[in-house]
């Protein structure tokens, strides 16, 4: 059965129309990473500021922010096994868009190429950066096509998809020319966890996203306003992990809320539950149970103020 669905805020939830913004790498080589990003990902350098022995750099589709590298050459690589990053999503438009950016990917020596699936909400092509952050790249189903079952979750699976027959049906020569200017924006950011019911105190109870599925072995996944996810946690590397050490890797999970009363309403659920907490007025920077870094913030003007979180 196939539903279509109307959220409506309430007390404890986020905003409907709350949404991700640049995801935060901490990276030991900037120009290694910033020239990966950019040739295999087609984004294109928008900002950069220097903040003492850090250099940070923004890279996008057009004036849209996609990711933040932040250079730290002193620290340790990624540990796959700690609570952190699983990968990081970025949606396109439509498949003509996915299929030039996944072939971009796929030219680039230094990707490595981890899988693809179809989830029945979405079709999704997987790789790993040189440093080892995961990176999704894929597009939506129309939510039309999307169905629940009799408990309300999103059906999402895990089928096979050819790459090259994708490629073959949807690929054109004007997408891959112009891949560059075609829109993207971060979809969604997919979190290793220690274990799934502090990833939901966490992230469902304290910030407000609502479940969307739960019964997925080791995973839970969440959104806001009736999204398939806009977060996802598992343990399937991670079961048991304690707090993060510092590493490279994930440096900031960027969330964006619109209104201030967002922010009033979250800073009453974190106070509630004793969560620290820093409030700028603009954004709050909270650390979930393993000391990632979550930033809520209200819609950055320019990147210039991304830059200044």
């Known amino acids: 059965m196939i539903e ?20 935060t790498l901490r990276v030991g080589d900037l120009e290694l990473m910033s020239s990966y990003y950019a040739n295999a990902l087609a984004l294109a350098p928008i900002e950069e500021r220097t903040r003492g022995r850090e250099v940070h750099r923004v890279l ?47 030219q680039d020596e230094r990707s490595r190429f981890t899988g693809s699936s179809d989830h029945l909400v979405s079709e999704a092509f997987y790789f790993t950066d040189p440093e080892g952050n995961g990176v999704e790249l ?35 020569e004007p ?21 799934i019911p502090s990833a939901r105190a966490f992230y469902v109870d ?19 306003g009736g999204y398939h996810h806009h977060i996802a946690m598992n343990t399937w590397n991670s079961a048991g992990a304690g707090p993060r050490a510092a590493s490279l890797g994930l440096g900031d999970v960027a969330i964006t809320v619109p209104a201030r009363d967002d922010l009033d309403a979250l800073a009453a ?31 950055a003007v320019e990147a210039d103020e991304l830059l200044g979180r």
Do not use: C
């Not at 699976?157 to 090259?164: A, K």
């Not at 997408?175 to 274990?195: C, R, S």
């Not at 304290?206 to 839970?220: E, K, N």
């Open 60 to 106: 996008g589709r057009g004036q849209v922010p996609m990711v933040r590298l932040i250079a730290t050459p002193d620290l340790p690589g990624v540990d796959p096994r700690q609570a952190g990053l699983f990968h990081t999503a970025f949606l396109f438009d439509d498949a003509a868009t996915l299929a030039a950016t996944v072939l971009r990917a796929a």
């Open 269 to 299: 659920r974190l106070k509630h539950r004793r969560l620290p907490f820093a409030d700028d007025g603009r954004s709050i920077v909270v650390a979930d149970p393993w000391g990632t870094q979550v930033t809520l913030a209200l819609p």
């Open 4 to 23: 279509t669905r109307e959220v409506t805020t309430a007390d404890g939830i986020l905003n409907p129309f709350t949404g991700m913004d640049a995801v």
């Open 206 to 224: 304290a910030l407000g996203f609502q479940a969307t599925v739960g019964s997925y072995p080791g995973a839970l996944f969440a959104s806001a």
């Open 175 to 195: 997408a891959f020319a112009g891949v560059g200017e075609a829109p993207g924006t971060v979809g969604h950011v997919h979190l290793q966890v220690g274990d």
């Open 138 to 172: 894929y597009t939506d189903r129309d939510r039309s096509q999307w169905q629940y079952d009799a408990n309300g979750e999103v059906r999402m699976s895990t089928l096979y998809l050819d790459p090259n027959a994708y490629l073959n049906e949807h690929l054109t």
